[in-house]
């Protein structure tokens, strides 16, 4: 034998999933199993031998179940050490029995919170509290106690009490330990975070934010860095599905964040190419066909190997594009069946369903890391409209100018800062990212059009911030674009505004700056 052997156990659980199974494994090693409530009564009617709690403390539930395992003769067989004498003369004096296993799994809280319908009430009775204590308390006596806390756990423990005839090890016990205390520290985090929320306070004095790992990633950013994927946990499911193609991997995940962010921006049928987060080309053009035409039109170079995304069901005449382009990743919320069987012949693109992307919810904040701490902010989630700009040009707008420059404008926001983007007819022509000068940002624009053969005479330009000097409009005016949509709110807004007089261009203000670092 290899380890402790498992004499007697107490079993809680309110997900009854497996019990049986796992209780029966336990006895055909003649442990002794302690229970409460309705896993006592699912262990009874499952033919396993159990005794009640109560039985053994002589003191009933009570409060509706609220105290049920809250005593000390629970919490002296857990928590003493077997190699303290004292310890052990304790348990003698009060007639304590040790316990060897813990099985708990907590309320359901997360699953409450997150159903369509329920109450404050709901809520509150579903904070656990026997059962947080009962795990860190096994938990933390790891050398003389094993702490099960979720079904998924039970088939591994029963291979191991079959290789060790009903026995687990010291490491296997401490395996357990740490699991069973991020458990706690997760659910603890859930809780906390429900009632902040309910508070108005996403932003408190003190934070704990709960994690569980979806899948390990075959490196990070680059070969050489481990990389693990995770989702708050008290999340249900991803808002998206992988239907072919490998595993996405680190830098795809950013994209299809990236992507996903601008698709619910936008409700007129949309296509949207990305590289390295950025959007390298987006139209909007009558015909999904044409929308990918245009938007790989936009970057003729940057589209290849990138993710390209799309807020409508793809079709089949889009697919035959796509097919015979490199393409890393597709989006779209459904195929048709013709599409996905036509893009499924290539063997390494990654196709990806989303959510109907009008129920998609964002998350409401958005967290950085620094290598000395962690940044919190509320997501950009903002957009101009035309009710709240600020036309301070003497040409004004007609509608679909209007509409023009808001487009462009809505875009610029998801690219890198310094971002700029040249858009006519709700398409991209240039766009401009992550140069440390806007005026260096400016020229790689006009570079990228001129090598796509797209004209920025009569051009849209937006820009995700305002103009300290007016020179940026004195270079939009030398390729003669139309119109102006910036965040404004420099000193200098007078110079720039002169500017764009001089040269007989529409400047609009819309007081939101969207820096994206």
């Known amino acids: 034998m290899n380890g402790k052997k498992i004499t007697r156990a107490i079993i809680s659980v309110s997900d009854k999933t497996g019990l049986v199974e796992f209780a029966e494994e336990l006895r055909k090693y003649g442990t002794e199993i302690y229970s409460t409530g309705g896993t006592l009564k699912a262990l009874l009617d499952g033919n396993v031998e159990a ?65 369509a319908d329920f109450s404050f009430e709901d809520a509150i009775e579903n904070i656990d509290i026997g059962g947080p204590t009962m795990i860190r308390a096994a938990a933390k006596n790891y050398k003389d106690v094993a702490v099960v806390i979720d079904p998924s756990q039970y088939n591994l423990i029963m291979e191991r009490l079959n290789e060790n005839e009903g026995a687990l090890s010291t490491e296997f016990r401490f395996e357990l330990s740490i699991k069973a205390f991020n458990r706690t520290a997760v659910y603890d985090s859930v809780i906390s975070g429900y009632l902040n929320k309910l508070q108005g306070d996403d932003l408190p004095n003190d934070m704990t934010i ?60 949309l296509c949207a190419i990305f590289k390295h987060t950025n959007p390298c080309g987006v139209s909007a053009a009558k015909t999904q066909p044409d929308s990918l035409k245009e938007a790989m039109a936009a970057d003729p170079v940057s589209y290849f190997g990138g993710i390209i995304a799309f807020n409508t069901r793809l079709e089949a005449a889009t697919a035959e594009i796509l097919s015979k382009e490199f393409v890393e990743i597709i989006v779209a919320p459904s195929y048709e069946e013709e599409a996905f069987n036509i893009l499924a012949k290539k063997k390494n693109v990654r196709i990806v369903e989303t959510v109907n992307l009008d129920t998609l919810k964002i998350n409401q904040m958005d967290m950085r890391t620094s290598s000395f701490g962690f940044l919190l902010q509320e997501n950009d989630r903002r957009s101009s409209t035309k009710e709240d700009i600020n036309i301070v040009s003497k040409v004004q707008p007609d509608n679909e100018q209007l509409e023009e420059l808001l487009f462009a404008f809505k875009l610029v926001k998801s690219i890198k800062s310094n971002a700029v983007v040249f858009a006519k007819g709700k398409r991209t022509l240039a766009v401009g990212a992550g140069q440390m000068s806007r005026i260096d940002s400016i020229k790689i624009a006009i570079e990228k059009a001129k090598q796509a053969g797209l004209p920025l005479k009569d051009s849209y330009f937006a820009s995700d911030a305002f103009f300290p000097f007016r020179d940026v409009v004195d270079q939009a005016a030398a390729i003669g674009v139309k119109g102006i949509i910036q965040p404004g709110g420099s000193m200098r807004d007078e110079e720039s505004t002169a500017a764009a007089d001089e040269a007989g261009l529409i400047m609009i203000h819309t007081g939101i700056r969207h820096f994206k670092h």
């Not at 002589?58 to 179940?65: A, R, Y």
């Open 51 to 115: 005794k009640s709690i109560e039985s053994y403390t002589n003191f009933p539930e009570i409060l509706d179940g609220r105290v049920k395992t809250l005593h000390p003769k629970i919490y002296g067989g857990i928590l003493a050490r077997r190699d303290i004498e004292s310890h052990v003369a304790s348990l003698t004096e009060h007639d304590i029995l040790e316990f060897d296993l813990v099985c708990i799994n907590l309320y359901p809280f997360e699953k409450v919170v997150q159903s």
């Open 210 to 269: 709960g994690l569980k790992k979806v899948q390990n990633l075959r490196y990070g950013e680059n070969p050489h860095q481990k990389a693990s994927f995770y989702t708050p946990s008290n999340q249900k499911d991803l808002p998206w599905k992988c239907l072919h193609g490998k595993e996405l991997s680190f830098n795809n995940l950013l994209d299809l964040d990236a992507a996903m962010r601008i698709l619910v921006d936008f409700k007129e049928p």
